[in-house]
């Protein structure tokens, strides 16, 4: 899918892989929809991560997520890049519906 960085997450229950995707500058809204329509479809991705270089991208992706999810559970967690810098040890990456995936 061309993603920035792929991970492989394991838990007790099952395996899954995260697409990280680090967007520093907007692009045009039909390459959201694009792109996060390719992650919907593949079976592969349970998880895409966005790391936002400011609010207005991470706001357009998030409309653009909300969109695409009206039948779907969404895979589209943000965060901004500001955030992703903190020295704290919690990441937190948050959906559009506002709930949060913490990476510690």
């Known amino acids: 899918m061309n993603s920035d960085a792929a991970i492989s997450i394991e838990t007790p ?6 697409a990280l995707e680090y ?4 692009k045009e809204e039909s ?4 792109k996060l329509k390719q992650y919907y479809f593949s079976s592969r991705v349970g998880l895409v991560l966005y790391v936002c270089g400011n609010d207005k ?3 357009l992706i998030r409309r653009v997520d ?5 039948k779907h559970s969404t895979k589209v967690c943000t965060c901004l890049e ?4 903190r020295p704290d040890k919690i990441l937190s990456f948050t959906t559009y ?3 949060i995936f913490e990476i510690v």
């Open 13 to 18: 229950r099952s395996k899954f892989d995260v």
């Open 23 to 26: 967007e520093i500058s907007i």
């Open 31 to 34: 390459r959201y929809i694009k």
């Open 57 to 59: 991208i991470e706001k």
């Open 66 to 70: 909300s969109e695409l999810c009206q």
């Open 82 to 85: 500001s955030d992703f810098h």
């Open 97 to 99: 519906e506002n709930k």
